[in-house]
């Protein structure tokens, strides 16, 4: 996935920091799709996809800070978003 893809759900963009020396990019975006694990042992509520608005943070990648290599998961509020970005390894700050 790129960041080009991602744009247009961009509602905040903060920094962080990999290995106190390389910088990277966090994404909040908004969707209106809870993906489900797929897997047909779990149960329903979880194996299987809910539509719904959610927030999912995104990570640029160091080397190509072009495209997305990582998800800190999928919340319910924009708030709860917030602060699973805030509390991940490397969060500097919020930049717009």
Do not use: H
Request: glycine share 10%; charged share 25%; hydrophobic share 30%.
């Amino acid at each position: 996935m790129t960041v080009e893809e991602i744009k247009p759900s961009i509602r905040k963009k903060g920094i962080g920091i990999y290995g106190g020396t390389t910088n990277y990019d966090i994404y909040i975006c908004a969707g209106d799709t809870f993906y489900g694990t797929g897997d047909y042992e779990d149960d329903p509520q979880i194996a299987n996809d809910k539509k719904g608005l959610c927030f999912t943070v995104y990570f640029s990648d160091i080397l190509n800070p072009d495209r997305i290599n990582a998800s800190a998961g999928q919340y319910e509020s924009y708030d709860k978003a917030m602060e699973a970005a805030e509390n991940t390894d490397g969060f500097i700050r919020w930049i717009e």
